[in-house]
């Protein structure tokens, strides 16, 4: 009988103690933390080197972990940036080349191979894939853009309208509106779902798609309305860039979306500053629209570090640090007057290269820097990884956890690029290779000597220079080109440039 009692004691506290031992059973494998932020330019956080704004939160990440350098994307737009991080795919794989293009919810994405294995799956922020998401336990999401304030958020038990053509109208009725600047309240969300209603005997795996800095910068974050309002930030040398030589001088008079002089969110500022000054010039109206610009963007990533430290100090309180993967990166790059430019899209460094900061206490190093190439789908095998679970063989990325724990120095020695084009007459199709050293872009929608840009990274890390018809870089062109192809042929990208095959073949 005293047995009995004893054993009946000893299942009780087994019974009340359950959930906690399996949740440190599950600490086996790691909690995962992936904020995925909305055209962040890499060259637009301090701890990559800006001295006009500081990002404390974000240079947390990179001082107890890993600051990568070059982190490519493989297609510079916000939908199919998105679909190759869930998928570990380039586009032709996961079947989203372009922007608006409706994701298909039923192929594999990793949060759906994790929620299998039995991880607690969130997504919260900005979606922009259309169509429902799918592998995850709950969401709380924007559609598509979201407004900057009072967003309209989407949950399981809504209805699903996707965003489309005969839709634009109806797409976002429902759901529910949460109140405040949009970052901040979606971030409110996120971590009320860690703190009380994730299931916490289980490991998690949270995606929080923050939509800043993504336009638009008016209302800016009621923080920072007034943020370097009477500071000049200094230019980029390449802002009056002309171009000559190069792809962009045969379309900028017809570019919409990329240049700031002709970018439909300033005309407004340009109508009032040729009210004030009738015979103002381009390059002094470019000089106005240019601070304008930048210090709209910049209030936005200083409302993103300060929710990212928002998330961080949580991890600290609730004591998840140590056993939790913090990964911080962007769907693009973007550039930020670099040639002129506003906007994402070309193969050029800056909207190619997005941040990516990784952290994993105790199994990271801290202070690391990693200058070889990686790339979105790579995030993907990574994750799949450290949980454990095998990765497919259909996943075209690698894992950079040998990387990441000092026990490899790269994945690849280049990278590939595939653009789709964007809207008549405005953006062209754009394949291309990167090496450390050099990159090729072929264009091949493109009449003449703009079909082809090479440039030298080392010698022009500005890509002034095209040296396609230069009989110095013959040698390097042909290696460019077969190392293209190659990599064409391993993707198995169905190309259409038929001008590509020709430079090669007898």
């Not at 040398?237 to 990329?258: C, F, H, V, W």
């Not at 259909?394 to 280049?414: M, N, P, T």
């Amino acid at each position: 009988m005293k047995r009995l009692i004893l054993l009946f004691i000893h299942c009780s506290l087994f019974a009340l103690l359950s959930p906690a031992t399996a949740a440190e059973s599950s600490q086996g494998k790691p909690n995962i933390l992936l904020i995925l932020s909305d055209d962040h330019a890499q060259h637009a956080l301090s701890c990559y080197g800006n001295t006009h704004i500081k990002t404390p939160s974000l240079d947390r990440i990179a001082k107890e972990g890993m600051r990568f350098d070059h982190a490519l994307t493989p297609n510079s737009f916000c939908t199919p940036a998105r679909a190759a991080v869930l998928t570990g795919k380039y586009s032709h794989k996961n079947g989203v080349t372009r922007l608006n293009q409706p994701f298909d919810g039923s192929q594999q994405t990793f949060p759906k191979l994790l929620q299998a294995t039995g991880y607690n799956t969130a997504l919260f922020g900005k979606w922009h894939l259309l169509t429902r998401p799918t592998g995850f336990d709950h969401y709380c999401v924007m559609k598509m853009q979201g407004m900057p304030m009072d967003p309209i958020v989407f949950e399981p038990q809504h209805k699903w309208i996707p965003w489309g053509k005969d839709t634009k109208k109806t797409f976002n009725k429902g759901g529910r509106k949460l109140e405040g600047f949009n970052n901040d309240a979606i971030t409110d969300e996120a971590l009320a779902w860690l703190d009380q209603k994730r299931d916490k005997t289980k490991p998690f795996c949270l995606l929080l798609h923050p939509k800043p800095p993504h336009e638009p910068y008016l209302p800016a974050p009621p923080k920072y309305e007034n943020f370097l309002e009477d500071v000049t930030i200094p230019e980029p040398s390449t802002l009056y860039d002309d171009y000559k030589g190069r792809t962009p001088e045969a379309i900028q008079k017809t570019m919409r979306s990329n240049l700031i002089l002709r970018r439909p969110n300033f005309k407004k500022n340009i109508a009032k500053f040729r009210e004030q000054k009738p015979n103002i010039t381009d390059k002094e109206l470019l000089a106005k629209l240019y601070q304008i610009y930048i210090k709209g963007y910049y209030r936005l990533v200083k409302n993103v570090d300060d929710n990212v430290g928002r998330v961080l100090d949580y991890l600290d309180e609730s004591g998840l640090t140590s056993n939790t993967i913090v990964i911080y990166t962007a769907d693009q790059g973007f550039s930020l007057g670099e040639h002129g430019f506003y906007n994402k899209q070309w193969m050029y460094e800056k909207p190619l290269h997005q941040p990516l900061l990784v952290r994993f206490p105790e199994t990271i190093k801290a202070g690391q820097v990693c200058s070889s190439m990686v790339n979105h789908i790579d995030l993907a095998p990574t994750l799949l990884d450290y949980a454990g679970h095998a990765i497919p063989g259909d996943i075209q990325g690698q894992s950079l956890r040998g990387i990441l724990e000092s026990k490899a120095e790269k994945v690849r020695d280049a990278s590939y690029y595939h653009f789709y084009s964007h809207g008549e007459n405005n953006l062209p199709e754009m394949i291309g290779i990167r090496t450390s050293t050099h990159k090729l872009i072929h264009y091949p929608g493109m009449k003449g000597k703009y079909q082809w840009e090479l440039f030298d990274l080392e010698k022009d890390p500005e890509e002034m220079q095209n040296h396609y018809t230069n009989p110095a870089y013959q040698d390097m062109k042909e290696e460019l080109t077969e190392g293209l192809l190659e990599l064409i042929n391993d993707l198995e990208d169905p190309v259409d440039a038929p001008n590509l095959v020709k430079t090669i073949l007898p």
